[in-house]
C-alpha cells in the first residue's frame, strides 16, 4: 500500500490501550486522564484479572517513557517536538515546571482533538509556565512538518517519539529519516527515540500471550516485519540515513511504580530465573552525520 492510501489513524486506537495501562502507574497526568478514557480498547487487556503478563506490558511501557525522559533530561533541550505523542503528557509536565520550554506535542488530527478535550476537562494546562502547545501532525508529511518546526524560536531543537516506528514499513521510516535530518542538520539537536525495537523469536512470540484482537491488530499494522532484526541492524540503518547513535538510555526497572505489583504475582520458575529477561527494545538519542 502507498502512504497516501495508508490510513494512520488505524493505529491511533493503540494510544488508548496504552494510556489505560499507563494509568496504572505514577506518570505524570496518566491516572486521572485514564479515568476519562474508560471503555473498550484495541488489545482486550486483562483489567479485570491483571495477571502477571498485564504488568509486564505496563512494566514495558512505564520503562519505555522513562527512559524517553532520561535521555531528554541529558539535553539542554529549550525547543522540544514530540511526534505521535498519543495520550502522554510529557510536554504538559515539561511546561509546568519549567518556564523556559517550548514544548510542541503532536499526533493526529483526532488524537489532538481528545486529548485537548481530555486538558480542558481536567484543566490541566492551569498551571503551565512555559510554551505548551498540542498541534495535529502527521509526522510523514514534510510540508506541514516544517511548518510546525518554524513555530520554535531559533536554535537546536530536540525532536523525542516513543511508539510509532514500528508502525511504519522500511520505506517510510526511511522518509520520517530524511525529514527529521534535513531539520537538525539545519538547526542542530538531536532526536531521541524509543522505537528500537528488535523482532522477537519464534520462542517468545510462541510464549507472549495475546487476545485475538491484540494478534490481529499486530498483523494488520506488520508490527512483527517492521522490527529491526537485531540492534546491529538498526544502529545500520540509522548510520545509511546519516544519524549516528550517541547515546542510549540504561532502564532503571527497580525505580518502576509498577514493580510492587508485578512483583506480587511474578510467577516462581520466573523469580528464580538466574538469566535476565530478554532486551527486546532500546530507547536511543541520535545525531545527524553532517558532511562539511
Ligand atoms: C502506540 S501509540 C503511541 C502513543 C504514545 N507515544 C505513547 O507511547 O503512549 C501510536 C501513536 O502514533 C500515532 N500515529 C500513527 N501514525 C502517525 C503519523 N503518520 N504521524 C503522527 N502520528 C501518528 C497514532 O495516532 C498513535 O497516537
Given at each position: 500500500?502507498?502512504?497516501?492510501?495508508?490510513?494512520?489513524?488505524?493505529?491511533?486506537?493503540?494510544?488508548?490501550?496504552?494510556?489505560?495501562?499507563?494509568?496504572?502507574?505514577?506518570?505524570?497526568?496518566?491516572?486521572?486522564?485514564?479515568?476519562?478514557?474508560?471503555?473498550?480498547?484495541?488489545?482486550?487487556l486483562s483489567?479485570?484479572e491483571k495477571d502477571f503478563w498485564f504488568w509486564i506490558r505496563v512494566m514495558?511501557?512505564?520503562?519505555?517513557?522513562?527512559?524517553?525522559?532520561?535521555?531528554?533530561?541529558?539535553?539542554?533541550?529549550?525547543?522540544?517536538?514530540?511526534?505521535?505523542?498519543?495520550?502522554?503528557?510529557?510536554?504538559?509536565?515539561?511546561?509546568?515546571?519549567?518556564?523556559?520550554?517550548?514544548?510542541?506535542?503532536?499526533?493526529?488530527?483526532?488524537?489532538?482533538?481528545?486529548?485537548?478535550?481530555?486538558?480542558?476537562?481536567?484543566?490541566?494546562?492551569?498551571?503551565?509556565?512555559?510554551?505548551?502547545?498540542?498541534?495535529?501532525?502527521?509526522?510523514?508529511?514534510?510540508?506541514?512538518?516544517?511548518?510546525?518546526?518554524?513555530?520554535?524560536?531559533?536554535?537546536?531543537?530536540?525532536?523525542?517519539?516513543?511508539?510509532?516506528?514500528?508502525?511504519?514499513?522500511?520505506?517510510?521510516?526511511?522518509?520520517?529519516?530524511?525529514?527529521?535530518?534535513?531539520?537538525?542538520?539545519?538547526?542542530?539537536?538531536?532526536?531521541?527515540?524509543?522505537?528500537?525495537?528488535?523482532?522477537?523469536?519464534?520462542?517468545?512470540?510462541?510464549n507472549l500471550p495475546q487476545s485475538?484482537?491484540?494478534?490481529?491488530?499486530?498483523?494488520?499494522?506488520?508490527?512483527?516485519?517492521?522490527?529491526?532484526?537485531?540492534?546491529?541492524?538498526?544502529?545500520?540503518?540509522?548510520?545509511?540515513?546519516?544519524?549516528?547513535?550517541?547515546?542510549?538510555?540504561?532502564?532503571?526497572?527497580?525505580?518502576?511504580?509498577?514493580?510492587?505489583?508485578l512483583?506480587?504475582v511474578?510467577p516462581?520458575?520466573?523469580?528464580?530465573?538466574?538469566?535476565?529477561?530478554?532486551?527486546?527494545?532500546?530507547?536511543?538519542?541520535?545525531?545527524?552525520?553532517?558532511?562539511?
Open positions: 500500500m502507498s502512504e497516501d492510501q495508508k490510513d494512520y489513524t488505524s493505529i491511533s486506537p493503540s494510544a488508548k490501550s496504552l494510556l489505560l495501562m499507563k494509568g496504572y502507574t505514577n506518570i505524570p497526568y496518566a491516572r486521572e486522564t485514564a479515568s476519562l478514557l474508560q471503555g473498550p480498547e484495541v488489545f482486550d483489567f479485570d514495558h511501557f512505564e520503562n519505555r517513557y522513562w527512559t524517553v525522559d532520561q535521555l531528554l533530561k541529558q539535553t539542554d533541550a529549550k525547543n522540544i517536538l514530540e511526534l505521535s505523542s498519543g495520550y502522554s503528557f510529557r510536554g504538559l509536565d515539561l511546561c509546568v515546571r519549567d518556564k523556559s520550554i517550548h514544548y510542541i506535542d503532536t499526533d493526529l488530527p483526532e488524537v489532538v482533538a481528545v486529548k485537548q478535550d481530555l486538558i480542558n476537562k481536567l484543566q490541566l494546562d492551569q498551571q503551565v509556565q512555559g510554551n505548551f502547545e498540542l498541534l495535529p501532525l502527521n509526522a510523514l508529511d514534510e510540508s506541514d512538518f516544517d511548518a510546525v518546526v518554524s513555530r520554535f524560536e531559533e536554535g537546536p531543537l530536540t525532536i523525542v517519539n516513543e511508539g510509532l516506528l514500528m508502525y511504519l514499513s522500511t520505506e517510510e521510516k526511511k522518509r520520517l529519516c530524511k525529514i527529521i535530518h534535513k531539520i537538525l542538520g539545519k538547526r542542530g539537536g538531536c532526536w531521541i527515540t524509543a522505537d528500537i525495537y528488535v523482532k522477537r523469536t519464534a520462542d517468545m512470540r510462541a485475538r484482537s491484540e494478534s490481529a491488530f499486530f498483523e494488520k499494522h506488520n508490527i512483527e516485519e517492521n522490527k529491526f532484526e537485531n540492534y546491529e541492524a538498526a544502529e545500520a540503518f540509522f548510520k545509511s540515513e546519516e544519524f549516528e547513535l550517541v547515546k542510549e538510555a540504561t532502564p532503571d526497572y527497580g525505580q518502576l511504580s509498577v514493580m510492587p505489583h512483583l506480587k511474578l516462581e520458575e520466573v523469580r528464580n530465573r538466574k538469566e535476565p529477561p530478554p532486551k527486546i527494545q532500546a530507547t536511543w538519542m541520535l545525531k545527524p552525520i553532517i558532511h562539511p
